[in-house]
Structure formats: structure tokens, C-alpha cells
């Protein structure tokens, strides 16, 4: 099974700036990962496939990066709307399964 | 426009049986992937279960045998029947589309499995 790890876990940054999270996997997923953003109370929200792709709607300041086992998800210039949980998603070995990292919650410094 | 809405969540004994549904719209829940996967309070995500445009199905280790995942093409409707729950079962259970990317997301239905 792939495991997938997340930091770090808590990311304190000021509106404006940059968050740069990260997520490794246990074994090389190639590029079949996803970005999820979750807030308070709502369903998770697609942001990146691909390792690179933006999903639809997404906005430009999202971007992510990486390939193999380390990957990195960048919000250039955060947004109030932007505080949130971050979750990655490998792909990599399905069927059967999916698995999730246990998130990055990035909240206002 | 896509929309996915669960329901029949609720208060469980351990043991016991529930059926989720999640009634999609906008799109033909029998043409994509579906998936349904739980988040436990204060917890991440977890994949559950996923069922193929052709039928075939998949389940996670943690409910193998207990659960079935199913779709009714006249509703277009997905299912999850849940047996044998247990305390560790209690989660907000989401559905979702096209799996292995979820792209849609329904808002989510709580069990709770507690004496």
C-alpha cells in the first residue's frame, strides 16, 4: 500500500504571501496525484490533477509540481478564501484503492 | 450543472444496517466512475468504495464484505448499503464522481454508530 505523508501539518501564513505545502509518497506514484481543498463544513474541492494540471475554475495563483515521490502545491499570493485544509491524493495504483494524505491545514498568521 | 445530493444518514447501533443514496444530476451516474468515500470527525479522507461505468466494484480493506456499493440507472442514483458497523464506521460519508480524480462532490450525509 502507498502512504502518503503531508507537511507540514499546520502552515500559519499572512494573507499575500506564498504557501508552498508538501507531500511525499512511500513509493513513486509517477505523476497521479491530485490537490484537494476542504473547508469547514463543505465537501473537498478538486484544485490539481495530473501533479500540474489545474482543474476547472481554478484559480492561476494554485499551482503544483513534482513527480515520482515529492510534490509541492503553491498558492503564490493567498486569498482570505484560501484558509483552508489541503489534502493529496495519489492515483497511481488503482484499481483498487486511493489514498489520501493526511492533510495540511493552512490557517491565518 | 453536476450535482450530487446523499442521504440516509443517521444514528446507528453497532451491528446494525443503513443504505446511502446519492441522487446525481446533470450527468448519468451509469457512463461515469462513482465513488464514495468517508471522512471520520476531525479526521482526513478515506476511499471507500467505487463502482465502474461496466459494474465491476471495489472495495477498501476496512469494509470488505460489509458494505456493497450499487447504482439504480432508472434514478440515477448511487448506493451504499452498510453492514455490520461498527464505532469506527462513524464518518461523513461523501460521494463522488469520476474516480480516480474526484471532480464532483455531493455535501456529504453523517453516520453514527454508537450504543
Known amino acids: 500500500e502507498i502512504v502518503m505523508t503531508q507537511s507540514p501539518a499546520t502552515l500559519s501564513v499572512s494573507p499575500g504571501e506564498r504557501a508552498t505545502l508538501s507531500c511525499r509518497a512511500s513509493?513513486?506514484?509517477?505523476?497521479?496525484l491530485a490537490w484537494y481543498q476542504q473547508k469547514p463544513g463543505q465537501a473537498p474541492r478538486l484544485l490539481i490533477y495530473g501533479a500540474s494540471t489545474r482543474a476547472t475554475g481554478i484559480p492561476a495563483r494554485f499551482s503544483g509540481s513534482g513527480s515520482g515521490t515529492e510534490f509541492t502545491l503553491t498558492i503564490s499570493s493567498l486569498q482570505s478564501e484560501d484558509f483552508a485544509v489541503y489534502y493529496c491524493q495519489q492515483y497511481n495504483n488503482w484499481p483498487p484503492g486511493f489514498t489520501f494524505g493526511p492533510g495540511t491545514k493552512v490557517d491565518i498568521k | 450543472e453536476v450535482q450530487l445530493v446523499e442521504s440516509g444518514g443517521g444514528l446507528v447501533q453497532p451491528g446494525g444496517s443503513l443504505r446511502l443514496s446519492c441522487a446525481a444530476s446533470?450527468?448519468?451516474?451509469?457512463?461515469?466512475?462513482m465513488s464514495w468515500v468517508r471522512q471520520a470527525p476531525g479526521k482526513g479522507l478515506e476511499w471507500v468504495s467505487v463502482?465502474?461505468?461496466?459494474?465491476?466494484?471495489y472495495y477498501a480493506d476496512s469494509v470488505k464484505g460489509r458494505f456493497t456499493i450499487s447504482r439504480d440507472n432508472s434514478k440515477n442514483t448511487l448506493y451504499l448499503q452498510m453492514n455490520s458497523l461498527r464505532a469506527e464506521d462513524t464518518a461523513v460519508y461523501y460521494c463522488?464522481?469520476?474516480?480516480?480524480?474526484?471532480?464532483?462532490w455531493g455535501q456529504g450525509t453523517l453516520v453514527t454508530v454508537s450504543s
Open positions: 463502482i465502474y461505468s461496466g459494474g465491476s466494484t
Open positions: 446533470g450527468f448519468t451516474v451509469s457512463s461515469n466512475y
Open positions: 513509493q513513486s506514484v509517477s505523476s497521479n
Open positions: 463522488a464522481r469520476e474516480p480516480p480524480i474526484f471532480d464532483y
